[in-house]
């Protein structure tokens, strides 16, 4: 008999597509008919709903639910981002006040209740579109293409040399955008809105886009160093050594990352995505610590968010005890969830603006929003794109901070089947990510996987334009990655491997299992 892989574990049983439509069918009739509670205004009906409908979802749909054996991988990220939404979100609301921020006035409940409903219809669509697509079978990962390209970037010196090229590529676009080190420095020590260092992805120069894609090459060429050095036979079962390289990368991307305005998502994605591949290849991480250090964690990443707007010095902050408890009093973590978790209100205060029937733009908010971010190319569309509109409702035509959840335009262009089929590709989209996780057999490959997931992800609390703003500047390095090993595997020569069903065939390089006749 054939050993089957770590992951066999993982393997699902074939899916059953009626079922899995009838239990689609009745978590969007429960949804239907929370909608004509909103003729009974409570604010206890919005976690009642948000977490009825999760529920449903979680108990009618298995192949949705989370993995306890991979406590870090892209569906219980997904997870997470959920129950901050739909159940944490919703909770603080009516434990702890709604929080409207620069909104002129606060919407009904009816309309919150609406709005969240419409969140809901998308989360349904996700899990319906996760589960119908299918997943990967593990049992048979070991492929002979695959195998070889991880062979060149583990034990061959091109993997080691293509991460120096990416460090060096990294370091031209850092001096780019600081040209001696005290420019540097003097970035680190004051905040980057009181420097005049903050850049506007929209009115940025030439040479702060060449920056702004360059520098993302040099936390990726860490990565690759850290997993050849990781891998290494000589430290291979030393976990200290292992775990303090990782603490080294980590710090050192984030030190780099925070060259983005501070942007608290540019560094922390990445060292989640590093401590995804940590876990999986180097030393499992339970889900226990995961949540302390994600606890302990909370405090430090709101107060770099009242940093980054603040007027003190980083002197300041690290010795003055009264700058830090007028930081820490700055702190509001309701208005940070609701805010950051695109909480109903804002959507609802927007979708009132057109009494809920906005003129349908048949994909152009969606397409101009995608366009939106890219350079001088994407000027002419940025005035049909789903920012410009939902902030003019929000907060003016001069103040474009406000993100747009991916439902309100998916509404704004095709009402609610727009919702509904955006939901079921944005939930395929993500069980592709995770079903390349499981199958991923290389640390650089599971970062990849882990970090591309994440910020997909955040079209649960974000909009298109976030996104492709992030797939256009920061994933550069794993698009040219990917080419090269794609390169690399066409170029080798494939080994004589027998065709007879279930044969191992061994050698001093490779390990193959070849089998034939497999659904």
């Known amino acids: 008999m054939l050993r089957t892989s770590p992951d066999a574990t993982l393997t699902s049983r074939p899916i059953n597509d009626s079922a899995t439509l009838a239990a689609v069918a009745l978590i969007y009739g429960v949804t239907i008919a929370i909608i004509t509670l909103a003729g009974f205004p409570s604010l206890a009906l919005l976690p009642a709903a948000s977490v009825g409908v999760y529920g449903l979802t979680l108990l009618f749909l298995p192949k949705y639910r989370p993995l306890r054996a991979m406590p870090l991988c892209p569906i219980n990220l997904a997870h997470v981002i959920i129950l901050l939404k739909f159940v944490i979100m919703p909770l603080s609301i009516v434990a702890l006040g709604l929080e409207i921020a620069e909104l002129p006035a606060e919407p009904s409940i ?15 669509s996700f899990a319906a579109g996760f589960s119908l697509h299918r997943a990967v079978n593990t049992s048979h990962a070991y492929n002979s293409r695959t195998t070889q390209g991880h062979q060149w970037e583990r034990k061959s010196k091109g993997g080691l040399a293509f991460g120096v090229s990416c460090i060096l590529i990294g370091l ?23 420097s005049g260092l903050a850049i506007s992805a929209v009115s940025a ?43 080294v990368t980590a710090a050192l991307i984030a030190i780099v990352l925070l060259t983005y305005s501070y942007n608290r998502g540019s560094f922390v994605f990445p060292i989640v995505a590093l401590a995804a591949s940590y876990s999986r290849h180097v030393a499992h991480v339970r889900a226990k610590a995961l949540l302390v250090l994600a606890l302990l964690l909370w405090l430090p990443m709101t107060l770099i968010a009242a940093y980054r707007s603040s007027t003190y010095a ?17 702190v509001n973590s309701t208005a940070a969830l609701q805010v950051y978790a695109a909480g109903p209100q804002f959507e609802a205060y927007f979708l009132d603006s057109f009494n809920w029937s906005p003129p349908l733009t048949y994909g152009k908010a969606i397409v101009s929003s995608l366009l939106y971010p ?33 439902e309100v335009e998916l509404f704004c262009d095709f009402h609610i089947l727009g919702v509904m089929c955006g939901g079921l590709l944005f939930g395929a989209a993500i069980k592709r990510f995770q079903n390349a996780f ?49 390169c690399k595997r066409d170029s080798s020569p494939m080994p004589a491997v027998p065709t007879h069903r279930g044969q191992v065939w061994r050698t001093d390089r490779w390990r193959i299992i070849e089998r034939t006749g497999l659904r």
Not at 172 to 194: N, V
Not at 229 to 239: G, H, N, T
């Open 172 to 194: 031209i676009g850092m001096y780019f955008a600081f040209p001696d080190l005290y420019s540097l420095w003097e970035y680190y020590l004051r905040p980057p809105q009181q």
């Open 374 to 406: 890219v350079p001088v190319l994407g000027k002419p569309f940025r005035e049909d794109s789903g920012v410009i509109a939902y902030n003019r409702v929000l907060r003016g035509p001069n103040n474009l901070d406000a993100v747009v959840p991916f």
């Open 205 to 247: 120069t030439p040479q702060q886009v060449i920056s702004g894609l360059l520098r993302p090459f040099l936390p990726f060429g860490l990565i690759l160093l850290w997993g050849a050095y990781v891998s290494r036979p000589s430290i291979k079962r030393s976990i200290p050594l292992r775990t303090a390289a990782t603490v």
């Open 314 to 330: 980083l002197t300041q902050l690290l010795g003055e005890d009264n700058v830090r408890s007028d930081l820490t009093g700055r």
């Open 438 to 486: 499981v199958k991923s057999r290389d640390k650089t490959d599971t970062y990849s996987c882990q970090y591309m997931s994440m910020w997909l992800l955040y079209l649960f609390v974000g909009g298109v334009s976030v996104v492709s703003q992030i797939f256009i500047v920061f994933m550069w390095p794993i698009y040219v990655y990917k080419v090269v090993c794609m």
């Open 110 to 124: 009816s309309s919150m209740l609406k709005a969240l409903l419409l969140s809901c219809l998308l989360l349904v």
